[in-house]
């Protein structure tokens, strides 16, 4: 159980693990997260499934290199089982066929939105999607995104691959050229502001997909807290996904940034160690 | 769940026990005074997150409490049990010597006596009826720390006796969850002879005892000697695995399932709703206990943080609060606070949680009340604006409704802030189960009775039915559904 099948390098940073697990492969929908722990003195961290072969009994997942949980799990190689991995969790994307879908995914956050990208296109939608990373090296998926999307815009910060700008950029182009009917946001959280931020604009329905801080993941410890239209919810049981234009993403941001000495001190502790 | 009388008194008509009664008069045994739990003195412990306060009586104190009970004719203590104990026959062997003895008479109804002998609220519920509470002036004999003494007894003696199990009938049942309700349920069930597995959506099995109680009260040492004896009874454990997520009902009534109980939990944490709660440095009482007691924060070794605070506000007046603020004081807290808009005297919290806190150097603000939150510029709560409260006429729940003092308005600081003001039922399971009844509130519906919910098949009992409650009520919900899912799939294969 939990035996990584393959690893592949997106980048020196960005690693896509495909782990053996038959029954979360069976029940896991577009926008389920599993809630995963590496080793004894492992934490407990989410990551967002990004794709499953139900006959195969895998699950994909993509993890990019940020602290001391996500170097542990890409420390593990080929044949290693993973401690703990439990799922599938958080409510399913909502698909339905509106008419013209605009997904926007910035770095790993593309991983994630890749089943929703296809679960969008199979229901019937027309769909546009504006990848986005800093540059060539972050951007990922991309052939994968391009199999379900009528149209993709890549979009870097500096025009190393794509077209030169914000993910915002790239969206707001759609918007201006053709009616979107819904919108889906998956990246950083301070790109997804900007991105609602946009939609709201334009008055197009958006959801975006919030990473928050969680420890048990099961609706329990309430870490992943998020003001959502003025009320506290729980990213863990009443999302991960939400109405963006009623996120209060300054206070996600903030909230974010709440263990950030004790993960400097964590990283510091475990590349000595290394 | 009573006992039958005539059994007890058949018991109690035993030759040993008996003679055991003839031994000593009650006039002697009336002018025992009651023992006191050795206590690791407050200025060491509260540097230990994970040294026990309580230290366990010694035998010569254990026989001299023992011989304390009158074995009465009519034992009133045993109703005021939840799972039923045999208290005067635990009692007796002690006082006999039989340590092993009364260690397995505890076994008999009770799946975790080293875990109620600790956290039962004894006072409350068997010590409460005892003889000398309901008809003298004098403290109760010490069921509670009797019940520690036996099993902790049998921990340390390296015997273990395991209880005696029904032949296997081959059905299969399903716990969710694998705190105390579901534990307890599944002790029962295997005894039947039921083919019981414990689905647990962590990564370790207790719930509650693992992620909720501190070592300080619970060493999780103790929680995994009671689950061990479970296994050797055949009771099976999946972590990792959310029913209802992880697979479908359906697909384990396929794989054979006949019956399930549902002990899923309290979940989702309650907060005021007041300016500034979302802060960083503010938290619920489930997610600082659960960073310490089950992801190990306090310790260098672990790769989960917690938050320390020099000036920590926890907000309640329960166990729970108890908890976390003498954690908070263990993790280096200068000062460590209790608020809580009633007085003393409304609080939920046991009164011996309540003179620890008190000993360590927790200050107690009764009559306060919440308001608002400040943060500094990063986020992180710096202070809180709180006021006074007055009693007014008791409210719903008998207790005196707490008013706020006009004018009373004050302010705190603080870099940490615990709530502990209640829980909300864990949606995660009955959300999967359209047909299942729930009430308003979100806890299932059952037959009180049996603890059989909407669905035939389910029972349900701990906090997913009761909101939030004690251990051991919890498990004498776990007996309760044992013995009516037992009449239920008997009867179904009857039919």
Redesign the interface.
């Known amino acids: 159980m939990n035996k990584i099948i393959e690893k592949t390098y997106f980048s020196d940073k960005v690693v896509q693990l495909v782990v053996e697990n038959p029954m979360i492969a069976k029940s896991r929908k577009p926008g389920n997260f599993v809630i995963l722990r590496i080793g004894e003195d492992g934490e407990r961290f989410p990551l967002t499934i990004s794709d499953a072969d139900p006959v195969r009994g895998t699950i994909t997942l993509v993890v990019q290199i940020m602290g001391v949980s996500s170097s542990k799990l890409v420390a593990l190689e080929v044949g290693d089982s993973i401690t703990d991995l439990v799922g599938p969790l958080g409510k399913p994307t909502h698909i339905e066929n509106i008419g013209t879908v605009l997904a926007a995914g910035g770095g790993v956050g593309v991983a994630p939105l890749l089943p929703i990208v296809e679960a969008f296109k199979k229901a019937g939608n027309r769909v546009v999607t504006v990848i986005a990373a800093r540059n060539k090296d972050l951007i990922i998926l991309e052939d994968e995104i391009r199999k379900w999307s009528d149209e993709v815009i890549v979009m870097t910060d500096d025009g190393s691959h794509g077209r030169q700008g914000l993910v915002t950029v790239g969206m707001e182009e759609i918007i201006q050229r053709e009616k979107v009917d819904e919108c889906i946001v998956i990246g950083p959280a301070i790109m997804m502001k900007f991105a609602s931020l946009l939609t709201k604009k334009y008055s197009i329905p958006t959801q975006a997909s919030l990473n928050s801080i969680m420890v048990d993941g099961t609706g329990m410890c309430g870490a992943c807290r998020v003001t959502v239209g003025g009320k506290t919810r729980f990213t863990c049981v009443d999302g991960p996904e939400f109405d963006a234009h009623q996120v209060d993403f300054d206070e996600m941001l903030m909230r974010l940034g709440g263990y950030k000495a004790e993960e400097l001190r964590a990283t510091e502790i475990y590349s000595q160690k290394l | 769940m009573s006992l039958n009388p005539e059994y007890l008194k058949e018991e109690r008509n035993q030759m040993w026990r008996a003679e055991l009664r003839s031994k000593t008069k009650n006039k002697e045994r009336m002018l025992i005074q009651r023992v006191k739990m050795p206590e690791l003195a407050p200025a060491v412990r509260v540097k230990h997150q994970d040294r026990e306060v309580n230290m366990g009586l010694e035998l010569n104190q254990a026989l001299t409490e023992a011989a304390r009970c009158m074995d009465c004719v009519n034992p009133t203590c045993i109703e005021g049990c939840p799972v039923s104990i045999n208290i005067p026959k635990f009692i007796k062997y002690i006082e006999q010597g039989e340590i092993l003895l009364a260690a397995a008479t505890l076994k008999e109804t009770n799946a975790l006596p080293a875990v109620c002998g600790r956290v039962c609220p004894q006072e409350k519920q068997c010590e409460s009826r005892c003889f000398y509470v309901e008809k003298t002036d004098k403290p109760a004999v010490a069921i509670g720390h009797l019940e520690r003494f036996a099993a902790d007894f049998e921990r340390n003696s390296g015997s273990s006796n395991i209880p005696d199990t029904a032949k296997p009938n081959g059905i299969k049942v399903a716990a969710v969850g694998s705190g105390p309700a579901s534990l307890s349920f599944a002790g029962d069930m295997v005894k039947y002879g039921y083919d019981v597995t414990v689905f647990e959506?962590?990564?370790e099995i207790g719930g509650v005892l693992k992620?909720g109680i501190p070592e300080f009260r619970l060493p999780n040492s103790v929680v995994d000697f009671e689950l061990e004896n479970l296994r050797k009874m055949g009771v099976k454990f999946e972590?990792?695995?959310?029913v209802g997520?992880?697979?479908?009902f359906d697909d384990l009534r396929e794989e054979g399932y006949q019956g399930f109980f549902i002990a899923s939990?309290a979940?989702?944490?309650r907060?005021m709703?007041i300016p500034g709660?979302?802060?960083?440095?503010i938290?619920?009482s489930?997610?600082y206990l659960?960073?310490v007691n089950l992801?190990?924060a306090a310790m260098d070794?672990?790769?989960?943080?917690v938050?320390k605070g020099k000036n920590v506000a926890v907000i309640g007046g329960g166990n729970t609060a108890m908890d976390s603020v003498r954690t908070a004081l263990r993790l280096g807290a200068q000062r460590a606070m209790i608020i809580y808009r009633r007085s003393e005297a409304e609080m939920p919290a046991r009164v011996e949680e309540v003179k620890h806190a008190k000993e360590e150097g927790v200050e107690f603000m009764t009559l306060c009340n919440p308001l608002e939150y400040f943060a500094d510029e990063?986020?992180?709560v710096s202070g809180m604006r709180l006021n006074r409260m007055g009693l007014g006429e008791p409210d719903s729940s008998g207790r005196r409704r707490p008013m706020p003092i006009e004018g009373s308005e004050f302010e705190l600081d603080v870099d940490l802030v615990v709530v502990a003001v209640g829980v909300s039922p864990?949606?995660?399971v009955p959300s999967c189960l359209p047909d299942l009844k729930v009430t308003k509130w979100g806890t299932i519906v059952v037959d009180e009775e049996k603890m059989q919910s909407s669905i035939s098949e389910m029972f349900a009992g701990g906090d997913i039915v009761r909101g939030g409650a004690t251990v051991i009520l919890a498990m004498g919900d776990g007996r309760r559904a044992a013995e009516n899912m037992d009449h239920y799939l008997k009867n179904k294969s009857n039919q």
């Open positions: 959506a962590l990564h992620y972590t990792n695995y959310i997520r992880t697979s479908s939990g979940g989702l944490p907060f709703e709660e979302n802060y960083n440095g938290l619920s489930n997610e659960t960073r992801m190990g070794d672990k790769d989960t943080p938050l990063k986020g992180r864990n949606p995660l």
